[in-house]
């Protein structure tokens, strides 16, 4: 099978993780195969390959693509990813990795490719892995915890009740700005991704995520 691309979703494998902020990209895989599960010509079908990774082939904006979860917990993240690129032959510019970012609050999304690992241990790990930073990037927006707070913490949480409630809305709205991006290119992708915003909150309480100080800390672990 030729595969045109690979959708990463970054996260850690675990029921203690699922649910938790970290594991954003998770889901979004999880929203296309639910997708896929209720639609025929999407085709899913599982690949058993590697312990390092869950992998699923589905028929995605008119081609055959991978759905990937690296299951090396987070920051090794690169090296599941690496061995799917070296066993499909795929680029790092066929590489779509969404991930967890504390820059954009709960809500908000950016498509981007390239640039620096702003500090996610994911991102770095997929970097030095593949020896290029030459892949997109679909940044789901997790916010910061208050002032003062544990990032670490914050990110291996789950998702507030009011922000849980938001998911399903979010995560339709980048799996569509997906299929954009595959049928019609980075532009109009990037204009659907980084226009969406959540209407605004009514009354004195905006929930969690408020800006902070700091910037994301180092961690061997899940982080």
Known sequence: MDYKSVIVGLGNPG??????????????????LAMAGGRKNMQPARLEESGDYELWQVKFAGAYRLLAKPMTFMNLSGRAVAK?????????????????????????MKLKRGGSDNGH???KSIQECLNSADFYRLRLGIGRPGQYGDVVRWVLEPFSAEDAEHLPVILDHAVKGLDIFYRRGVGFATQHVNGFSLPEPVGPDVGAGSPATGGEEENNGPR
């Open 15 to 32: 029921e203690q993780y699922a649910g938790t902020r970290h594991n954003v990209g998770f889901m979004l895989v999880d929203a296309i």
């Open 84 to 108: 799917i690129c070296g066993r499909h032959g795929l680029s790092p510019d066929q590489v779509m990795v969404a991930h967890d970012e504390l820059d954009l609050s709960v809500g908000r």
């Open 121 to 123: 241990n994911g991102l």
